[in-house]
């Protein structure tokens, strides 16, 4: 039996009157990397963002490292917090800072060490995600590819054991995406970095994935899970097939 | 030692080549210990040739990673040959995650060189004087769109202007009202005391009046209208740009300055006349309450002495007054909007700027009227 790294219990979301997702189960085993994926609006997303404690959930618990994050105290939170790295959708550097700053950031704040070592370790970070040279750019002069970079650069900063990733390769042309994809898999293969991805893109899926999750909008919860290779051939349910096969469900064609 | 140090032990001789069995973590806590690990090898043992041996090493981030590679760099550098032993796959893989020619190619100085404080008083002028000639620029552009389209009025966008006259003129009013009022009453209070002792009470509504209509009316609203509306604008249109949305309408076909700039400025310049009125209305209705209440004029007097001392010349001068200032205040704010390309940063920036900016030269053209006035 793989450890389990992450695992979310009953986990039911409520925005207002509308329920988004209902009674979520699910476990990210060590070292995997598990995709989220799923039509727009059914609740990706925000799955993501209950796993990483930024929403409170209606009901349920997300359990990480044997850490309950939505009852934990500020201290456990904190150390956890050093244990998580997060890219956002839209990479979310701090506008005020310089690509340099924005990566020294935590450092400074979590370790404690000499200017001199923090800037080597900006650097070996920069080396990593291939950014090297851009240090003093401002996020803003940094293009979409660029930006996630640097997005990656900082959220592993820490080294962190687990990594979420919101829409990494949204808005990208194939050619980074796909560079961006190869970056995410050498993390995965070097460090053994846990990762939780939530995407659309079929192509990100079918390269990076180990196991996927599929949410649905009417069931509210996920319709399936397992390899993305198995169940675009063999999953009983044609919705699963279809997201996997580009197919249009028949009652749309009906105008054409 | 405990487990989360970091350990080595060396052994051999520095001529015949040295064997560092490192143990322990290589992580980011003990980064500090192994880079001044790594000066003392290379400066005081001077070997002839290193083998390092990862076999006890317990865990390795990419600070361990780090440490590594420049273990390498320096052998090479020194000219000696450098063995890295029993690495497991997962730290070899993560070597190889880092571009290492990248990595050594960049030791080079990143900083910007600094300008001189001479060279930095320079650089701030030439800027003041580009951002006068950039408003003046906007201004006068802004003026001439907003008469060729008072030819064409059913090209000004009213329903904007309607909205707009509602935020910043109706929603507006409370505070001007408020600030007025306490504004007229500490005026007439504070004059009061001093004229008491001349026995020159009768003089306060006077006084009020006066110094409400002529300057303070216009002032005080300008100075509300920059700090609520002038940096509304700047933030709104500031965000926009940052959004696309103003390279959308240019796209589109449309003017930014007729679409977002001329309904605003047009609002502001009907609101301001009625919000200055009111103004001057609460002041006097302050120095009002403290003339009757705590000096003893009647109603009749108050009334009367306020009308005697109001001339029409000096309401429509500060009616003039105003209408400029509303140019001004909106013109400002709409072009620190403008001015903003892409950041959330700028946008505050364009906000602070769209008021400093608009009371600056609210002070200034006040004081041109000032002199001007006084030779008609």
Redesign the interface.
């Known amino acids: 039996m793989k450890e389990i790294a992450i695992s979310v219990e009953n986990l039911t979301v409520r925005f207002g009157d509308s329920v988004v997702l209902n009674n979520i189960n699910l476990n990210v085993f060590k070292g995997e990397i598990l995709v989220i994926l799923g039509g727009s609006g059914c609740g990706k997303s925000t799955l993501l963002k209950h796993m990483i404690g930024l929403y409170e959930p209606e009901k349920g618990r997300v359990i990480i490292n044997g850490i309950d994050i939505i009852n934990a105290d500020e201290n456990k939170l904190r150390e956890l917090r050093k244990d998580i790295g997060v890219l956002f959708q839209s990479s979310a550097l701090i ?2 800072m310089t690509v ?1 700053e924005n990566i020294a950031l935590p ?1 400074r704040e979590y ?1 404690g ?2 200017d ?2 923090i800037e ?2 900006v ?6 995600v ?1 950014l ?2 851009y ?2 750019y ?3 002069e940094l293009s979409g590819g660029m930006k996630k970079r640097a997005g990656i650069a900082r959220a ?1 900063a ?2 962190p054991t687990i990594l979420f990733f919101d829409e990494p390769s949204a808005g990208l042309d194939p050619i980074t995406a796909a560079e961006l994809d190869l970056l995410i898999k ?2 995965n ?4 970095t846990t990762m939780v991805v939530v995407t659309h893109e079929l192509e990100s899926i079918f390269n990076i994935a180990h196991r996927v999750i599929m949410l649905e909008k009417e069931e509210k919860g996920i319709i399936a899970e397992g390899d993305p290779y198995i169940l675009r051939k063999e999953s009983k349910d044609p919705r699963v097939r279809n997201f996997f096969n580009r197919h249009i469900p028949e009652h749309l064609y009906q105008k054409t | 030692m405990s487990s989360n140090d970091f350990g080595f032990d060396i052994k051999g001789l520095a001529e015949a080549g040295l064997t560092v069995s490192l143990s322990g973590r290589l992580s980011v806590e003990n980064f500090d210990k192994m880079l001044s690990f790594r000066g003392d090898i290379f400066s005081k043992y001077k070997p002839s040739s290193l083998v390092i041996d990862l076999k006890d090493v317990t865990y390795m981030d990419s600070a361990g990673a780090l440490f590594l590679i420049e273990m390498e760099y320096e052998s090479k550098k020194e000219g000696i040959p450098c063995e890295i032993t029993n690495m497991t796959k997962e730290q070899r893989g993560l070597l190889e995650l880092i571009d290492r020619d990248a990595y050594e190619k960049s030791f080079q100085v990143t900083k910007k060189a600094g300008l001189n404080f001479i060279e930095q008083i320079g650089h701030e002028f030439i800027k003041f004087l580009d951002d006068i000639k950039n408003i003046i620029t906007f201004i006068g552009m802004m003026i001439i769109k907003i008469i060729s389209s008072l030819f064409r009025l059913s090209s000004i966008r009213w329903n904007d202007v309607l909205t707009y006259m509602k935020k910043s003129g109706v929603d507006g009013l409370p505070i001007v009202g408020l600030i007025s009022f306490l504004l007229g009453l500490i005026m007439a209070f504070m004059s009061s005391l001093q004229l008491k002792q001349f026995g020159a009470n009768i003089y306060v509504p006077a006084l009020v009046s006066i110094a409400m209509i002529k300057e303070l009316g216009p002032i005080m609203t300008a100075i509300i209208v920059a700090g609520r509306t002038g940096s509304a604008f700047a933030a709104e249109i500031g965000t926009m740009k940052v959004n696309e949305e103003v390279d959308a309408l240019i796209v589109m076909g449309f003017d930014p300055i007729k679409f977002l700039a001329v309904p605003r400025v047009f609002a502001v310049m009907f609101i301001m006349p009625f919000l200055t009125i009111f103004s001057d209305l609460f002041a006097i209705f302050g120095g009002f309450v403290v003339g009757v209440l705590g000096l003893d004029l009647t109603v009749h007097t108050y009334i009367q002495q306020t009308m005697k001392a109001i001339k029409i010349f000096d309401i429509i001068t500060s009616l003039i007054k105003s209408v400029t200032f509303a140019v001004l205040i909106a013109g400002i704010g709409c072009h620190r909007g403008f001015e903003v390309k892409h950041s959330a940063e700028e946008v505050g920036t364009a906000t602070t700027s769209a008021v400093v900016t608009a009371l600056f030269i609210i002070i200034l053209v006040d004081s041109m009227f000032a002199v001007v006035l006084s030779y008609i």
């Open positions: 506008g005020s340099y450092l370790t060490l000499s001199d070592a080597r370790l650097r070996i970070k920069l080396a990593m291939g090297l040279g240090e003093i401002l996020p803003s592993i820490l080294d050498n993390i293969n070097g460090i053994g």
